[in-house]
């Protein structure tokens, strides 16, 4: 039997957007229900079009536990899933939480007191990536290394304090609400784009090492590949949206592209010294690799340049040909959806 919430706590509602999640959405509910947090508390999984065990298992979960709730996602984008559970949702605390995303037991308890001493709108922290595999492992490596996906501290840890962005969030609902939610033209970087706007509005956006995801890396080179060139495609499109928001750390791997593409075509047909470029680059990474495989198996620490050059270009690559037309139709569409609680 479950224990009364205390009152004195604010309620919380977890809101999950879910696609083709069969093999961790299990998992990263019962993560949510297991947390060591005494307030009320409540799940709202939006449910996308999966082709695999995700509908079935999401029912076993309503079935068998009164707090989970879900609602349909048909577009199966990520931030009409975000939006739809926030409406669903009706207590003051929202929590985001991937599909294959595991909390640790004090996260939500952790995050809830940080909201209250620091007065931010959203706090987030560390994205611990972790691997089942050799490939998985090499993934979590590069991620977290400060030459895989830059300096953000929810990759490669830091102190606590202000943050541009954070890895997933906890909000104030006011916050979600004065914001009008997600803007659902962005397919991904909706997270970036939002706190974006939270912290144009004043609010804060916080860090702490104190709060961590567990999250697992794509299963293999050709989803991860897709992955960073979506992510570089529309961070492109948030730069374009919101003028200021760019830095150099974003324009390191077009860069890294066009230099390392230049050096082969220049090396190929006048002078092999430009091979230089793409040589030099290769030999940064493989070194870079050899600190981030520290206590990996060999399988794995082999895979670790593989995962830090597709990470890398396919980023970079992405950038670069993001398509003007996708800034276009998001600053056509101007105002994200409102989202309230009926």
């Not at 999984?45 to 065990?53: F, V």
């Not at 962005?186 to 974006?196: C, K, P, S, T």
């Not at 030099?280 to 620490?301: D, E, H, M, N, Q």
Request: glycine residues 10%.
């Amino acid at each position: 039997m479950n224990a009364k919430p205390d009152v004195r706590l604010p309620a919380v509602s977890v809101i999950m957007p879910v696609l083709n999640e069969e093999r961790h959405l299990r998992g990263a509910v019962e993560a949510i229900l297991a947390q060591e947090y005494d307030g009320e508390m409540e799940v709202v999984i939006a449910l996308g079009p999966s082709t695999d065990r995700t509908d079935e298992i999401a029912a076993e979960l309503v079935r068998d536990h009164t707090r989970v709730h879900t609602v349909p996602n048909p577009t199966g984008r990520t931030p009409a899933a975000l939006n739809a559970a926030i409406k669903a949702s009706r207590h003051p605390i929202v929590v985001r939480v991937d599909g294959h995303g595991m909390l640790s037991p004090n996260y939500i308890a952790t995050a809830v007191r940080l909201l209250e001493e620091t007065g931010a709108q959203n706090v987030g922290g560390i994205m611990h990536a972790e691997g089942e595999n050799d490939w998985e492992h090499a993934v979590a490596a590069a991620m977290t290394s400060k030459i895989g996906v830059g300096n953000a501290a929810f990759h490669t840890g830091g102190e606590a304090g202000p943050a541009e962005t954070v890895y997933l969030g906890v909000f104030r609902r006011a916050a979600l609400e004065q914001q009008g939610g997600y803007n659902e033209e962005f397919i991904r970087a909706q997270d970036w784009e939002l706190n974006f706007r939270i912290r144009e509005a004043g609010g804060l956006i916080w860090f702490s090492p104190e709060l961590r995801v567990s999250y697992r890396p794509r299963p293999n080179v050709k989803a991860l590949a897709k992955q960073y060139k979506d992510y570089g495609r529309w961070r492109h499109v948030v730069a374009r949206y919101h003028e200021g928001s760019i830095n150099l750390r974003y324009l390191a791997p077009p860069t890294a592209v066009c230099a390392i593409a230049a050096g082969i075509v220049v090396g190929a047909a006048l002078t092999p010294w430009a091979l230089v470029i793409p040589g030099g680059y290769l030999a940064a990474i493989v070194a870079g690799s050899l600190p981030a495989g520290k206590g990996l198996p060999l399988g794995a620490r082999l895979r670790i340049p593989v995962a830090l050059a597709t990470m890398h270009m396919s980023w970079g690559w992405g950038f670069l040909t993001s398509p003007k037309a996708l800034a276009k139709k998001v600053i056509a569409s101007r105002r994200p959806a409102v989202v309230t609680a009926d």
